[in-house]
């Protein structure tokens, strides 16, 4: 397990599939606001649910989100977009509805960041996010993330184009211990 401050970060059980399923990819708008795909219907189970693993796929690592403090299952996490030539990679990630707003986000970038740049020696990390998700913005900045551009109306969002926000983080400008 890869541990921060307050939260863990380690393999996907099955039993988490069905909760994140539920709370995260059953929501209809955070699912719309997250995705960028439209959302429809997924069979419990099913080998479609973006909570599933495949570990034989190497372009990303997937990884369940849980409290040091007991363990409880607080969201998922992801490097996608895995890229060995250009040592680059996406973050992505999702907290449960009560899980957010308690510095986890922060401590899940940062966490994501020390497997990205230490473990995997990539020499570059991004995130988009929609211009209105405060919480995603902020938890990127405070590890050191910078806006690199705003991506007009690329994001259909519920009967809407929304603006994204690119942002990046490149190693030499990477400190692991202070969020600042
Ligand atoms: C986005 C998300 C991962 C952020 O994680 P979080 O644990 O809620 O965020 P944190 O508690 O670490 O807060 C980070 C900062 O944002 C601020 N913040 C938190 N929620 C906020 C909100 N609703 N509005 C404005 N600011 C907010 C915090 O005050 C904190 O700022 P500070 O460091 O200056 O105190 C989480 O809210 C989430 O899962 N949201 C739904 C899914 C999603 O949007 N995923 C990202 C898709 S790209």
Redesign the pocket.
Known sequence: MLRGDKVGLRARHEDDIPILQTE?YDDVV?TS??VGQPWRPIMPGSKDSQFAVDDKEQGHASFSVVELDGGTLV?AATLWGIDNHSRSAHI??????A???????????AVLCHYGFAVRGLHRLQ????AD???????AE?NGFVREGVLRSAAWVMGEFLDEVLLGLLVQDWKPDS?G
């Open positions: 995260l955070n606001r997250s969201g992505g990630l999702g907290l449960r509805p899980a957010r707003g308690k510095g986890y986000g922060t401590d899940v970038v995130i988009e996010t929609l998700n405060a919480a995603m913005l902020r938890s405070r969020k």
